[in-house]
């Protein structure tokens, strides 16, 4: 493994040195950006192009995920379930996929093939892929007997659920607009480092650097992309193009911003892919 100079530097114990550096990394030889729209996919310039709903994954090989025993978790599908439908058919990978407030319009019809699925907050799309109809949160909201849709249950009642608690998860996504801080909070952090592999997730303004230093103890970034952005631009010669593959400027309410450091840790953050240590 080869760490960066910012990696090996000597950090000063404190809350104030937290606040002046970035978070540690690690150089991944290979990344994979997996998922995302086909029609944003192609026009990216280069593979290394963020595109909205795809995910970087380290393919390094004490880290990449073996194809048939890999474990996916992933936290808020929205209306895209690229990243999850392309670990479970191009890896053979366990996928369980959450969202509790919208469902793909690719569940949907797997629903209404079968009117005896309409109801049920778990969805077997096949073998090796479930998706639920329930969210993740810092605590469970009612009992494991009286899930429904829209229910929210703790990470520890998910793990029980979907039968991977003390199971390795290769990867943890979490992309559930802002809630992720609630989720961090209460997250153990030992836990993450003995079976979590890769870990990503999107951060917001309600995120510190200080909130996410703790993930160090095993953690090291290998890829991150700003969100810096102009506009999206609706039928354009090269489709949408999102704040991930327009990262030229920038469109900001700066009133929103108390001073310049809440700002900058605001810029930080955007979307982190860590990897584990070992």
């Given at each position: ?184 909070h209460t997250l153990d952090v ?89």
């Amino acid at each position: 493994m080869k760490m960066t100079k910012n990696s090996r530097s000597t950090i000063k114990k404190g809350f104030n040195s937290i606040k002046l550096r970035d978070f540690m990394r690690y150089e991944c030889r290979q990344r994979l950006r997996i998922g995302g729209e086909e029609r944003f996919t192609v026009n990216a310039p280069d593979p290394l192009y963020r595109i909205d709903g795809a995910w970087f994954v380290c393919m390094d090989n004490h880290i990449l995920p073996k194809k048939n025993e890999c474990n996916v978790l992933s936290f808020g599908i929205n209306i895209d379930p690229s990243f999850d439908m392309e670990m479970n058919k191009n890896f053979d990978c366990h996928v369980h996929s959450f969202d509790p407030l919208i469902e793909a319009d690719f569940f949907k019809s797997i629903r209404n093939v079968n009117p005896k699925l309409s109801n049920g907050y778990v969805l077997n799309i096949n073998k090796k892929w479930k998706f639920y109809s329930i969210g993740i949160s810092d605590k469970s909201y009612g009992s494991m007997s009286d899930i429904a849709k829209g229910s929210f249950l703790s990470l520890g009642d998910i793990l029980r659920l979907t039968g991977l608690d003390g199971k390795i998860i290769d990867i943890f996504k979490i992309d559930i607009e802002g809630d992720e801080k609630k989720v961090f909070h209460t997250l153990d952090v030992d836990y993450a480092c003995k079976y979590f592999k890769q870990f990503m997730f999107e951060t917001h303004k309600n995120f510190k650097f200080k909130e996410l230093a703790k993930f160090e103890k095993c953690f090291r970034m290998f890829h991150r992309d700003g969100r810096l952005f102009m506009k999206d631009f609706i039928d354009t010669p090269t489709g949408t193009l999102t704040e991930f593959q327009n990262p030229g400027g920038f469109l900001l309410e700066i009133k929103d911003f108390r001073n310049e450091i809440n700002l900058a840790e605001y810029l930080f953050p955007s979307v982190f892919k860590l990897t584990h240590l070992n």
